[in-house]
């Protein structure tokens, strides 16, 4: 038997990610794929509220299963700015570049660079809420590094290592990331919910 999942992405290549951990059982459905094409509102201030809110706009559009995350990242001597508003910290235009600026002209001249990255997934099943976290720690550098990635990855240097994620390969970057580790405990739930579920 077949369990639909949807989702909160139009991104392929995290679906086939995703799709490839799961077990058969489960089917990853996009958001285009079920019929969601409105833009899905981030009005909250925590990471948990906002992953909440797009997860309850999908189950109450479609009434099927499915999940949402939201990721900040979150720099101590900054209050934990820009964090639930990473993606817009420099405007609404979400641009990277504006963002990564801006970060580093707020830091300028302060030696206290550490700051970790938060990803919180929202999952509803059958109606229930579960949430599942993951943490990366590390410190902002001096300047963008790298190529690879998006976001804050040019300037994120996670405990552990003297790259930037945007210097590592994907492979380097997962035994690292805050999303794969929620994503983690994400699958080892969903592994075992049909056996709790026909208790």
């Known amino acids: ?16 990610e995703v799709q490839s951990m799961l077990d ?18 981030e009005p909250f201030d925590t990471l948990e509220e906002n992953a909440r809110a797009k997860a309850e706009f999908i189950y109450q559009s479609t009434k099927k299963n499915c999940f949402s995350e939201d990721t900040g990242l979150e720099v ?15 405007g609404e235009q979400g641009n990277d570049a504006a963002n990564i600026q801006k970060l ?20 509803l099943l059958d ?27 040019p300037v994120f240097i996670p405990d552990g290592s003297h790259q930037t994620f945007a210097e590592m390969d994907i492979t380097s970057k997962n035994i690292f990331s805050h999303r794969k580790k929620a994503v983690a405990k994400l699958l080892h739930f969903l592994s075992t919910y049909h056996g709790q579920s026909k208790n």
Request: proline share 5%.
């Open 76 to 90: 101590y001597a900054l209050n934990n700015a820009p964090g639930v508003r990473s993606a817009r910290f420099a």
């Open 127 to 153: 109606g229930d809420e579960y949430q599942f976290e993951g943490i990366c720690t590390g410190t902002i550098s001096l300047t963008p590094r790298g190529e690879n990635g998006f976001g804050y990855d």
């Open 104 to 123: 580093l002209h707020l830091l300028d001249g302060n030696s206290k660079r550490n700051a970790r990255f938060r990803t919180v997934i929202s999952l």
């Open 1 to 16: 038997m077949m369990y639909p999942l949807i989702f909160a992405t139009n991104n392929a290549n995290k679906v086939r």
């Open 24 to 41: 058969p059982s489960w089917k990853l459905i996009t958001l285009k794929e079920a019929g969601i094409v409105a833009d899905i509102p």
